[in-house]
């Protein structure tokens, strides 16, 4: 059983910032690919950033040189610095990660339950 939990959300005027972490827990071999996905009301869940567990990343056009995404390896945590946000930025962001349980089984992927991040104009 793997858990992720996102911490970090909350209401935030235009133009703040917030720092979203998620940490996953349970019977974990390895963690790979880590990201964030968002879902604002009435719109499919989209891709904001991911990062390889070598550090490589990539962005949603709409967040790039605005969102930084991070990890901690030892930690099995990633983290989305969110700088300059705006009202459209408002939606539930979700923690996804890839994860092997087991040395013998391939990676299957976890989703955290969401955190909910409003800006306000």
């Known amino acids: 059983q793997v858990q992720l939990v996102e911490s970090g959300g909350g209401l935030v005027q235009a133009g703040g910032s917030l720092r979203l972490s998620c940490t996953a827990s349970g019977t974990i071999f390895s963690v790979g690919d880590m990201g964030w996905y968002r879902q604002a009301p009435g719109k499919q869940r989209e891709l904001v950033a991911s990062?390889?567990?070598?550090?490589?990343?990539n962005y949603a056009n709409s967040v790039k040189g605005r969102f930084t995404i991070s990890r901690d390896n030892a930690k099995n945590t990633v983290y989305l610095q969110k700088n300059s946000l705006e009202p459209e930025d408002t939606a539930v962001y979700y923690c996804?990660?890839?994860?092997?349980?087991?040395?013998?089984?391939?990676?299957?992927?976890?989703w955290g339950r969401g955190t909910q991040v409003t800006v306000s104009s």
């Open positions: 990062i390889t567990t070598e550090g490589r990343t």
């Open positions: 996804h990660a890839a994860v092997r349980t087991d040395a013998r089984l391939s990676f299957s992927g976890y």
